[in-house]
């Protein structure tokens, strides 16, 4: 069984996606609420799958000041975890340990590999909505035949990694993430296995992608995320040509 980490961060506006409110028609309050919606799915995909779901969030003393909120960050993931998932007693919760994504990750990978000695264990941001539990099972699979596991996303950023030995962490999410992480896992003999690329949401032009694609699953009928969906139809968001390409509208 694979143990996944799902980043997570509570849900505050300028905490969470800053540049997507930056660069799309969302303010910061709806960024924050489309942040808990892709939270949403993410766990519910892992809870779906055959793995294990841990959630890694931020406790206060990691977050930024200015960003306080009314409640703690632990109470206002488990609340969000809580709600997305059928059994919300399966799920482990535990504080991220880093100062950096590459710390944390190293940290986290690092103590379930070799303290808790699983057979594999992964990591997925709160902002891979698109992450099924068909993919995290074929992870778990090419797994088997590959010390490492990565699943593109845009910009050369990654929406899952997966490991059964480690790397050297320090750094190992740079940009271009995806390659880093590879260059990492080759340096130290490991085989490198790759999901189909998929979207995380970070600047309005992953929001455009991410977008059209979901309209264009609900016009076939096939299967979408049921938080992040119901939101971005209930704004009525599309894309259609603007002036310098594609952008995103609001009906």
Do not use: C
């Amino acid at each position: 069984m694979t143990v996944i980490a799902v980043f997570a961060d509570p849900p505050r506006p300028g905490l969470v996606l800053p540049r997507l409110a930056e660069s799309s028609p969302l303010s910061p309050a709806e960024a924050a609420d489309l942040y808990a919606a892709s939270l949403k799915d993410t766990v519910r995909a892992v809870e779906r799958s055959g793995g294990e779901l841990l959630v890694n969030y931020r406790d206060e003393e990691m977050i930024p000041e200015g960003h306080d909120g009314d409640r703690k960050a632990e109470a206002e993931v488990r609340a969000l975890v809580t709600d997305a998932l059928a059994d919300p007693g399966e799920a482990r919760f535990e504080v991220q340990v880093g100062s950096t994504v590459s710390a944390r990750a190293g940290n986290t990978i690092s103590h379930l590999l070799e303290q808790e000695e699983v057979q594999s264990a992964a990591v997925a941001p709160g902002t891979a909505p698109m992450l099924t539990r068909k993919e995290i099972d074929s992870a778990a699979m090419k797994l088997r035949r590959n010390e490492v596991v990565l699943g593109p996303s845009e910009s050369g950023r990654v929406h899952f990694t997966g490991f059964t030995e480690t790397i050297d962490f320090e750094d190992a999410y740079a940009t271009p993430a995806v390659e880093t992480l590879a260059t990492r896992a080759t340096d130290a003999g490991h085989e490198v296995g790759f999901l189909p690329a998929n979207t995380t949401v970070e600047t309005g032009a992953d929001l455009a992608s991410l977008v059209a694609v979901l309209n264009a699953r609900m016009s076939a009928g096939r299967t979408v995320p049921e938080h992040t969906t119901t939101l971005l139809r209930e704004w009525g968001l599309r894309v259609a040509e603007g002036e310098d390409g594609p952008e995103l509208v609001r009906e």
